[in-house]
C-alpha cells in the first residue's frame, strides 16, 4: 500500500480499518481456530451421546455433523443397565479424598522446604521434583506389587493411597511457588506478634494462598479424575471401576463400540470437572499470572 | 517499658562477621535512632533485638531479662517493618487486633483497645478497609497502630518512612515524635537518613561497617563529631574537609592559605591533620580567599560552591551572595565550625 502524505483525520481512518482488519487476522481468525479445535471433540462427543444407532455409521442418508430424532436411550441405557453410577460413584470418592490427602501433605511438604530452612530444604524439594518426573507406565509395576502385599487390590483405597504418589509432588511444587511469594516479612511481623508456626501457617500462609491452594486442588482432581494406568491395573471387578477404566473396558465388547453409551459416559464423566473448573476460574487464573501483593 | 542494653553483641553470616562487638545502653523511656551508611548493620541489629536472627555473640537485656535465647513472641517488642508487612487479608482494625486475638484475648476488649489506638493515629474511620485500599501514609500508620495496641516494652522501627514521599515524611516524623511523648515506650529507630535521626531522637547511634563510631545526642554528634566519619555523616550539606598541616597560627593548607584555629585540643606542631569546616560557619566579610564556582540561592539561604586552599567546598550563607562564578570572594569563619582530626587515624583532635 502506498503511503500518502498523512493528513491527520484521513490517516486515522485508514490506521483504524487497518487496525480493525489486522485485528481480525491476527487475533480474532487464530483465536476462533483454536477455539474450534478445541471445541470440535466435545461437539462431537454430545452429539454421539444422542444420535440413534441406525444414523451413526450411515453417512449417505445422514450428516455425521448434525442429529435429526435425537435420543437419551443411550443415557438411559448408561444409567440404569450398567454399572456407570458405581463408577462415577467409585471416581468421585478417590478424586475426592486423594486431592484432599495430597493437598494437606503438599501445604506442609511445601512450607518446610520454602520456610523452615533445614539443612537439605532445597535437596528435598529436587528429589520430590524428581519423583514427579518418574512415568506412572514405570511406577505401576513396583506400586501393583505393593498394593497386592499390603492387600488393599481392587479396592478404592488402592488407588487412593497411589495417586498421591504423583499429586503430592505436583502439588508441592506448585505451592513451593506460591508460598515463596509471601512477603517474609509478613511472617516474622507475626512472629513478634506473638504467633506460632502453627499460628502463621493456619492464620497468615494458608489465608494468602488460597488461589494457590485451589489451583493445586483443582489440578490433583483433574488428574485423579483422568487417571488411567493406576485404575485399570489395580482394580479388577466392574463395580470398583472408575469412569475412565469402566466406560473403556465395558462398553466396549470385543471389536463392538457401543459409541452412544461411550460418548454418553464421557460426556456425564467430564461434567463436574467443567463445572468445577467454571467455579473457580478466576482463582486460577489470578494464581497462575499472579502473587500476593500487599 | 524497659531499658535496653546491648553488650558486645556479635553476628556472623557463616564466616563474614557484619556486626563486630556493638555495646549500647538504652535507658527506659528513651527514644534511640540507630543511623548509618547502607550495608553497615542497623537492620540486622534492630532484628537482633526483636529476635529474629540468631545472636553469634555477647547479650541482649530487655529490662534486667537475657533475652538471647527467647522467641519475638516472649520478649514483649513490637516492631514497624519498612514495608509495613500488614497483613492483606485482614482488615485494618484486625490487623491491629491481631497479637491480642492470637493472645486469646476476648473480642469486645480487643475492640476497646483498637479503638483510642486508631483515633491516636486518625485511623478510626477506616478500621474496615483492607490494606490495599490505603495509601502509603495511611498504612504506615496501621503498622504503628499495630504495634501501639500491643503496648510493648520496646517499640522497633526499621526505616519505617522509607517508603513515603518527602513531605509525608516530614509529617509521619512529627507524629512518630508526638506519639513517644505520649506514650513514653523505650524505641529504637533505624534510619539511614540523618535528618531524620538528628529531629527525632533523644540519643544517636552513628554506625559503620559494624561498630558503633559514636553515640550521643544529636547536638552532641554536631559539636563534637567524635572522628572523620562521624564528621562526614551528620550535618547537611555535609562537613567540608581540608588536608593541611598544623603550626602555630593555625592549618596550611596545600597551596600555602593559612587557616585559623582557637581549639587546637590535642594537636602538635607539624601534625597532618584534616581541617574540617561546617558550611553553615562561614558568613561574608573575612580574610580566607574562596573562588566562587557557583551560587545557588534558595531564598533564605545561599548555597555557595567554591574553592578553598585548592579544594572543593560547600558553604551556607545567611546573607545573599552576589558575586559571580570566578570571582573571589573574603569570608569568616565561626570558630565553633571548625574541627580538627589526625589525618591518619580520623579522630578527633580538637577538645
Ligand atoms: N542473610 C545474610 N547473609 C549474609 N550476609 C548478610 C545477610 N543479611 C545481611 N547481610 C550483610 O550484613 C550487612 C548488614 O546488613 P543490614 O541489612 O543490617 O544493613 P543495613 O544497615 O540495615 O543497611 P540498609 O540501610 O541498606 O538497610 C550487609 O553487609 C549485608 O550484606
Ligand atoms: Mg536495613
Redesign the interface.
Known amino acids: 500500500m502506498a503511503k500518502t502524505a498523512p493528513t491527520d483525520d484521513h490517516s486515522e481512518g485508514m490506521d483504524h480499518f487497518d487496525s480493525r482488519a489486522r485485528r481480525i487476522l491476527t487475533l480474532w481468525l487464530p483465536l476462533a481456530c483454536f477455539v474450534f479445535v478445541l471445541l470440535f471433540p466435545f461437539y462431537w462427543m454430545a452429539i454421539t451421546a444422542i444420535k440413534p444407532n441406525y444414523q451413526l455409521t450411515d453417512y449417505e442418508n445422514y450428516s455425521p455433523f448434525w442429529v435429526v430424532e435425537p435420543t437419551l436411550r443411550h443415557i438411559r441405557y448408561l444409567l440404569f443397565e450398567t454399572t456407570y453410577p458405581a463408577w462415577m460413584w467409585n471416581t468421585i470418592v478417590v478424586s475426592v479424598v486423594s486431592t484432599a490427602l495430597a493437598l494437606v501433605a503438599s501445604v506442609f511438604a511445601a512450607y518446610a522446604i520454602e520456610r523452615l530452612r533445614f539443612r537439605g530444604a532445597r535437596m528435598t524439594g529436587l528429589l520430590i521434583f524428581l519423583a514427579y518426573l518418574v512415568p506412572p507406565s514405570i511406577l505401576f509395576i513396583p506400586l501393583a506389587v505393593i498394593v497386592f502385599q499390603v492387600g488393599i487390590f481392587d479396592s478404592k483405597l488402592a488407588l487412593i493411597l497411589t495417586y498421591p504418589t504423583f499429586l503430592i509432588p505436583f502439588c508441592t511444587w506448585l505451592l513451593m511457588g506460591y508460598f515463596r511469594s509471601i512477603?517474609y516479612?509478613?511472617e516474622?511481623?507475626?512472629?513478634?506478634?506473638?504467633?506460632?508456626r502453627w499460628?502463621i501457617l493456619t492464620?497468615?500462609v494458608l489465608?494468602?494462598s488460597v488461589p494457590g491452594l485451589i489451583s493445586a486442588g483443582i489440578f490433583a482432581f483433574t488428574l485423579s479424575w483422568n487417571e488411567f494406568i493406576y485404575a485399570l491395573t489395580f482394580i479388577s471387578s466392574s463395580e470398583n471401576k472408575t469412569v475412565p477404566v469402566g466406560v473403556l473396558t465395558e462398553l466396549v465388547r470385543g471389536d463392538i463400540y457401543e459409541w452412544g453409551a461411550l460418548m454418553s459416559g464421557a460426556l456425564l464423566g467430564s461434567l463436574p470437572v467443567v463445572i468445577l473448573y467454571s467455579f473457580f476460574v478466576d482463582y486460577y487464573v489470578s494464581s497462575m499470572t499472579g502473587a500476593?501483593?500487599? | 517499658m524497659a531499658s535496653v542494653t546491648i553488650d558486645g553483641l556479635r553476628k556472623s553470616y557463616g564466616a563474614t562477621e557484619v556486626l563486630h562487638g556493638v555495646d549500647v545502653d538504652i535507658a527506659e523511656g528513651e527514644f534511640v535512632v540507630l543511623v548509618g551508611p547502607s550495608g553497615c548493620g542497623k537492620s540486622t541489629l534492630l532484628r537482633m533485638l526483636?529476635?529474629?536472627e540468631h545472636i553469634s555473640g555477647g547479650e541482649v537485656r530487655i529490662g534486667d531479662r537475657v533475652v538471647n535465647h527467647l522467641?519475638?513472641?516472649d520478649r514483649d517488642?513490637?516492631?514497624v517493618?519498612?514495608?509495613?508487612?500488614?497483613?492483606?487479608?485482614l482488615t485494618v482494625a484486625e490487623n491491629m487486633g491481631?497479637?491480642l486475638k492470637?493472645?486469646g484475648v476476648r473480642k469486645a476488649q480487643i475492640a476497646e483497645k483498637v479503638r483510642p489506638a486508631a483515633e491516636i493515629l486518625g485511623l478510626a474511620h477506616l478500621l474496615d478497609r483492607y490494606?490495599?485500599q490505603l495509601s502509603g501514609g495511611q498504612?504506615q500508620r496501621v503498622a504503628m497502630g499495630?504495634a501501639i495496641v500491643?503496648d510493648p516494652q520496646v517499640f522497633l522501627f526499621d526505616e519505617p518512612l522509607s517508603n513515603l514521599d518527602a513531605k509525608l515524611r516530614v509529617s509521619m516524623r512529627a507524629e512518630i515524635k508526638n506519639l513517644h511523648q505520649r506514650l513514653k515506650t523505650t524505641t529504637v529507630y533505624v534510619t539511614h537518613d540523618q535528618i531524620e535521626a538528628m529531629t527525632m531522637a533523644d540519643k544517636i547511634v552513628v554506625m559503620h561497617d559494624g561498630i558503633v563510631e559514636q553515640i550521643g545526642a544529636p547536638l552532641d554528634l554536631y559539636d563534637r563529631p567524635a572522628n572523620l566519619f562521624v564528621a562526614g555523616f551528620i550535618g547537611s550539606p555535609a562537613m567540608n574537609f581540608l588536608n593541611g598541616v598544623f603550626g602555630p597560627d593555625g592549618v596550611t593548607l596545600a597551596d600555602g592559605t593559612v587557616l585559623p584555629v582557637t581549639d587546637a585540643g590535642a594537636a602538635k606542631a607539624g601534625q597532618q591533620v584534616v581541617y574540617g569546616l561546617r558550611p553553615e560557619s562561614m558568613a561574608l566579610g573575612g580574610d580566607v580567599p574562596l573562588t566562587v564556582e557557583v551560587t545557588e540561592p534558595t531564598g533564605a539561604e545561599t548555597y555557595v560552591v567554591g574553592q578553598l586552599g585548592g579544594a572543593e567546598v560547600t558553604g551556607v550563607f545567611r546573607t545573599r551572595v552576589t558575586a559571580k562564578p570566578g570571582e573571589q570572594i573574603g569570608i569568616r569563619i565561626d570558630p565553633a565550625g571548625i574541627h580538627l582530626f589526625d589525618a591518619a587515624s580520623g579522630a578527633r583532635l580538637s577538645h
Do not use: C, W
Open positions: 512477603p516479612e509478613l516474622e511481623s507475626a512472629l513478634v506478634d506473638g504467633a506460632t499460628q492464620k497468615i489465608p494468602l500476593v501483593k500487599e | 526483636a529476635g529474629l522467641p519475638p513472641k517488642i513490637a516492631m517493618f519498612q514495608n509495613y508487612a500488614l497483613y492483606p487479608h491481631f497479637s492470637l493472645s490494606p490495599r498504612r499495630r500491643r
